[in-house]
C-alpha cells in the first residue's frame, strides 16, 4: 500500500517553552532594553508608553507572518531593496562558435565568412556561427542568443 509523504516541511523546533530560539531573541533583547529604560526614564507614564512600543515591535518581528514568511525577513528586504544600487546590467557574453574535432578531441575556432556585396544593394550580412555537434542544447542556445531564428 502506497502512502503519500508530505514534503518540503520545514518546522523550527520548539527551544524554550512554546518558542523558537528566534521568537525568544526578539523578546528577550525587548525585555532586555525595557529593563535598561526603567533606570534611564524617571517618569512612569513615558516608561510605560515606550515599553507598550518596544514590546509590540518584538511581539511582531517575533510571531506575525505574511506569506509564510517571518516579519524581520520581510523588512530585511524592504531595507535591502530601498537601501541597495538600483542599476541591474546586463553584459552579454558573447558567443564562441567552434567546431570540435572529434579525432583529437580540440576545439577548432571557426572564422566567419564574410560575404562580399556590392555597395548598390544595402543587405545586412547574416553571421555564420558553428555549433558544437554533442548537443542539440548548445544549439538551441547560440539559436536564441543570437537571434536567427
Known amino acids: 500500500m502506497r502512502h503519500v509523504l508530505p514534503q518540503f516541511i520545514e518546522y523550527e523546533a520548539k527551544i524554550i517553552g512554546p518558542l523558537t530560539f528566534g521568537q525568544f531573541l526578539f523578546i528577550g533583547l525587548a525585555g ?3 529593563f535598561v529604560l526603567f533606570f534611564i ?5 513615558v516608561f ?3 515599553v507598550a512600543v518596544i514590546m509590540g515591535i518584538s511581539f511582531a518581528f517575533a510571531f ?3 506569506d509564510n514568511r517571518p ?3 520581510i523588512v530585511g528586504n524592504v531595507l535591502r531593496f530601498f537601501l541597495g544600487s538600483k542599476m541591474y546590467v ?3 557574453k558573447e558567443a564562441r562558435a567552434v567546431n570540435l574535432d572529434k579525432e583529437k578531441d580540440m576545439e577548432i575556432p571557426i572564422i566567419k565568412r564574410i560575404e562580399v556585396v556590392p555597395k548598390t544593394e544595402e543587405v545586412e550580412p547574416k553571421p555564420v556561427l558553428g555549433t558544437a555537434r554533442e ?3 548548445k ?3 547560440t539559436d536564441i542568443e543570437t537571434k536567427t531564428k
Open 90 to 92: 546586463w553584459n552579454k
Open 64 to 66: 506575525v507572518k505574511i
Open 71 to 73: 516579519l524581520s525577513s
Open 135 to 137: 548537443s542539440q542544447l
Open 139 to 141: 544549439k538551441i542556445r
Open 48 to 50: 510605560f508608553m515606550a
Open 32 to 34: 532586555a532594553v525595557c
Open 41 to 45: 526614564i524617571r517618569n512612569l507614564v
